[in-house]
């Protein structure tokens, strides 16, 4: 028995989606500049914010402990949810599959829809962000970054990394809440 293929669901018309994508990706691309985005784009899958979220523990008391505690939960579990949960339903191609599309980095084939490292950056950022408001613009600013990073480099469609963000965000306001609340005894 074949198991049944969703197809993501249409955030933007498909043209929109593809003029976006050639957009970004068309930017210019050199080897050193390949080499920058493909570190934003690195640091944006989990490890960075985990390692963000230890400095915050360490260097920022009771409220930077918490704070870490929810960035890095944030962070980890929404990669897993969108890597093992939400990808195996929609299996979008990623934009290289069937195109001669320049892709920066190893050429994955798992599923596009959504982005997991705009997902992550974004889980990552709002936890921060709930613990330390004025760090907001900074962390949403390296969240977008990251997400833009994976359209440059070839990988991602923008509605995959626009449904990530949404994700991250749902998910990163939930772990810092859970972290933030205190606990009735």
């Known amino acids: 028995m074949q198991t049944p293929h969703l197809e993501p669901p249409r955030i933007l018309p498909e043209s929109l989606d593809r003029r976006l994508y050639l957009m970004i990706h068309g930017l210019p691309h050199s080897p050193v500049g390949d080499r920058y985005v493909t570190?934003?784009?690195?640091?944006?899958?989990?490890?960075?914010?985990?390692?963000?979220?230890?400095a915050m523990a360490w260097l920022g008391g009771s409220r930077g402990r918490r704070a870490g505690l929810a960035t890095a939960i944030a962070s980890l579990g929404t990669t897993y949810l969108v890597q093992r949960i939400v990808k195996p339903v929609f299996k979008r191609n990623r934009p290289h599959v069937g195109r001669n599309v320049l892709v920066v980095g190893i050429r994955t084939t798992d599923a596009s829809f959504p982005s997991?490292?705009?997902?992550?950056?974004?889980?990552?950022?709002?936890?921060?962000?709930?613990?330390?408001?004025?760090?907001?613009?900074?962390?949403?600013?390296?969240?977008?970054?990251?997400?833009?990073?994976?359209?440059?480099?070839?990988?991602?469609?923008?509605?995959?990394?626009?449904?990530?963000?949404?994700?991250?965000?749902?998910?990163?306001?939930?772990?810092?809440?859970l972290v933030k609340t205190p606990k009735a005894i």
């Open 116 to 177: 997991g490292h705009s997902a992550s950056s974004f889980a990552a950022a709002t936890a921060v962000s709930v613990f330390y408001p004025k760090a907001s613009p900074l962390v949403f600013a390296l969240a977008a970054g990251v997400g833009a990073s994976r359209v440059h480099l070839g990988h991602h469609f923008p509605s995959d990394v626009g449904v990530g963000a949404l994700i991250g965000v749902a998910t990163g306001t939930f772990v810092a809440w």
């Open 39 to 54: 570190l934003l784009s690195d640091l944006g899958e989990g490890l960075g914010w985990v390692g963000a979220g230890v």
